[in-house]
Nanobody, 114 residues
Framework: QVQLVESGGGLVQAGGSLRLSCAASGFIFSDNNMAWHRQAPGRQREFVALITRAGSTNYRDSVKGRFTISRDNAKNTVYLQMNSLKPEDTGVYYC????????WGMGTQVTVSS
């Protein structure tokens, strides 16, 4: 079955960095686009970043220049390097893949203090 397991979240001060990881299994990782979404308290989930199977990337405007999505097909893992973090980046970060339907991991909490 499809599994997405996120890790790497935590508490960090504004201006700090975190690197999130998502270990994927149950599907052909290298054949699929992977994405990160996030959900802040009291808000809807929102798109953060996407990496295609070819390695092209796309970001929401508010994280451009600060976040970098990457993938390691040999490890079936997608990463999100987050630099210059801001309090508004606080939320639960989810790894996602679209197969026959959308699949989500359980998420990892990121808290940025001011």
């Amino acid at each position: 079955q499809v599994q997405l397991v996120e890790s790497g979240g935590g508490l960090v001060q504004a201006g700090g960095s975190l690197r999130l990881s998502c270990a994927a299994s149950g599907f052909i990782f290298s054949d699929n686009n992977m994405a990160w979404h996030r959900q802040a308290p009291g808000r809807q989930r929102e798109f953060v970043a996407l990496i295609t199977r070819a390695g092209s990337t796309n970001y929401r405007d508010s994280v451009k220049g600060r976040f970098t999505i990457s993938r390691d097909n040999a490890k079936n893992t997608v990463y999100l390097q987050m630099n210059s973090l801001k309090p508004e980046d606080t939320g639960v970060y989810y790894c996602t893949v679209v197969l026959s339907r959308n699949y989500w991991g359980m998420g990892t909490q990121v808290t940025v203090s001011s």
